[in-house]
């Protein structure tokens, strides 16, 4: 996802480079505007940028110490007043001044000192004075650098449950100054006004700020890809306006990075249970791997590129995965449904229904490609909810095909961490198909089938296991064994009721699934 963001924000620097001389002409007029900043102001302005420029030094002079500590008493004084006096005791702009100062002082404190607390009581005042001035033109450029600023305190902190909403926050003002890519106002940065800095291309700026905003962002949603939804909705609106550009782009790598975007938001969509949303994405996905596909062999050193055929393989299988685990939650979520049907209370009690409802309610239309329809129409995997065991049977034959033809690629040889999950899928995909049949002697027989799967994979895998890490792939196999063999006891038990006598062979089978369920879960514990 990352790739494909990163090229849409170098894109537009190079646009905004090119046009360069025309951005300087119109600059002329517009930077000529009166900035109302009072002495005061000005003067703790220029000594705060000082400060930060002492401290870009190899080797901090007790100068810039000295003049750090003065400065801030002299800020801090002036914010006292601001916040016990009413905010018309001082200017527009010299609230921004003072804003852009606490940056300063903040910025060093967080990438100097790594006083973190510090940093963020800086930030935080910062952001304090901005307040509804943010999408001004002369703050917009502070505003969303504090923003991103503060995220990086709370990472450095590891409360991460801190840095989206700030990151968001960050986003969300882009956007709004921007008026989505329309024409917009060229950023104003005070300190260049008045020469204490060298004037620089502001819009570039902006747009670098954004970039690093986006760059935190895909990392956390790669760490949790849950209430994310503002960015869902923005990096597919930008797939959408890249679609007619991909396809006719003779840049391999483009299509490459469209596809993977595309994915990383169909397994986003069907953990919301959006599934014909991530249908979408995932058939998308497909359609642009095939353009890619095809620019691929067209080009020359293509034969002679084992590493070129290689990541399209890893890509192809990175999308057959997905593809799995989108049946396994539409099975999964489909049985949830039903079982809800007859119990009322369990979707108030359903956490993830109310993410879910939040993302619905944050969709002003459905996410879909309309330059794809036509190409994707025929794509026959299910979008629905399954009710039947003829729907279940359908998505589940599914979900093994796309597994499999992930296994050819992930090798235990290649890739042993990722065979062994696709395993684990696997597994999950039987459990879940067991539940929407409704003869237990089909459940039974589903469920041996389920630990044949598991077992053989165990024969493969364990003879591998030569690395600690490796091993502890491997004891998630022996846990999805032992409780399929807890499971099988289960329906075996419910045979065993309806029998009229238990017979000695009964004993030893029960036996025999007591006997395999301690085994796996010693075999489970003895790599933890």
């Given at each position: ?95 921004i001044v003072l804003a852009i100062a606490y940056h300063n002082l903040g910025h060093i404190y967080l990438y100097k000192e790594h006083n973190f607390h510090a940093a963020k009581d800086h930030f ?178 293509y034969s002679a590129s084992s590493a070129m055929h290689n990541n399209y393989e890893l890509y192809r299988a990175n999308i057959a995965v997905a593809w799995g685990l ?203």
């Open positions: 996802m990352w790739q494909f963001l990163k090229e849409i924000m170098e894109d537009r620097i190079e646009q905004i480079r090119k046009s360069a001389e025309r951005e300087r002409e119109a600059n002329t007029s517009e930077n000529a505007e009166s900035i109302n900043v009072s002495e005061t102001f000005l003067t703790i302005l220029k000594s705060s940028c000082e400060v930060y420029f002492l401290y870009q030094e190899s080797e901090i002079s007790n100068k810039a110490k000295k003049m750090i500590s003065t400065v801030e008493v002299k800020m801090n004084d002036i914010f006292q007043n601001i916040i016990t006096y009413s905010t018309d005791e001082t200017g527009f702009d010299d609230d935080v005042r910062c952001i304090e004075l901005l307040k509804g001035k943010e999408l001004d033109r002369k703050a917009i450029l502070t505003a969303i650098n504090v923003l991103y600023d503060l995220h990086y305190v709370w990472k450095c902190l590891q409360k991460l449950e801190n840095c989206y909403p700030l990151l968001d926050k960050a986003m969300e003002l882009y956007l709004n100054y921007t008026k989505e890519e329309d024409e917009y106002p060229d950023p104003i940065y005070i300190p260049t006004i008045f020469d204490i800095i060298e004037e620089i291309n502001l819009k570039i700026s902006l747009i670098v700020l954004h970039k690093l905003t986006l760059e935190s962002i895909v990392e956390l949603y790669l760490l949790e890809p849950a209430d994310k939804h503002k960015f869902v909705i923005y990096v597919h609106n930008l797939l959408n306006k890249q679609v007619t550009k991909t396809i006719a782009s003779i840049d391999k790598r483009v299509s490459m990075y469209w596809a993977n975007a595309s994915l990383e938001l169909a397994n986003y969509l069907s953990y919301h249970d959006r599934f014909v949303e991530a249908k979408i994405h995932l058939a998308a996905a497909d359609y642009m791997m095939g353009i890619h596909y095809t620019l691929m062999i067209k080009d020359q050193d989108y049946g396994i939650r539409l099975l999964n979520s489909s049985k949830k449904r039903l079982q809800c049907e007859s119990d009322k209370s369990c979707e108030a009690n359903n956490t993830k229904s109310e993410s879910s409802a939040k993302f619905k309610e944050g969709l002003m239309k459905p996410l879909i490609f309309v330059d794809l329809e036509k190409a994707l129409e025929n794509i026959e995997v299910p979008n629905t909810y399954v009710s039947s065991l003829d729907d279940a049977k359908i998505v589940f034959a599914n979900v093994l095909k796309w597994f499999n033809t992930a296994k050819t690629f992930y090798t235990v040889e290649k890739d042993f961490t990722t065979c062994v999950e696709i395993t684990l899928n696997i597994s999950t995909a039987f459990k879940y198909y067991a539940e929407f049949v409704g003869n237990i002697s089909e459940q039974i027989k589903i469920t041996k089938e389920r630990i044949k799967v598991l077992e053989y994979a165990v024969s493969i895998v364990l003879p591998r296991c030569d690395t600690l890490e490796k091993y502890q792939s491997c004891r998630y196999l022996y846990f999805h064994i032992a409780i399929a063999y807890s499971t099988l006891l289960d329906m075996t038990s419910e045979e065993f009721y309806e029998a009229k006598e238990i017979t000695d062979e009964m004993r030893m089978e029960t036996k025999r699934l007591v006997k395999s369920i301690l085994d796996n879960f010693q075999l489970y514990l003895k790599h933890t």
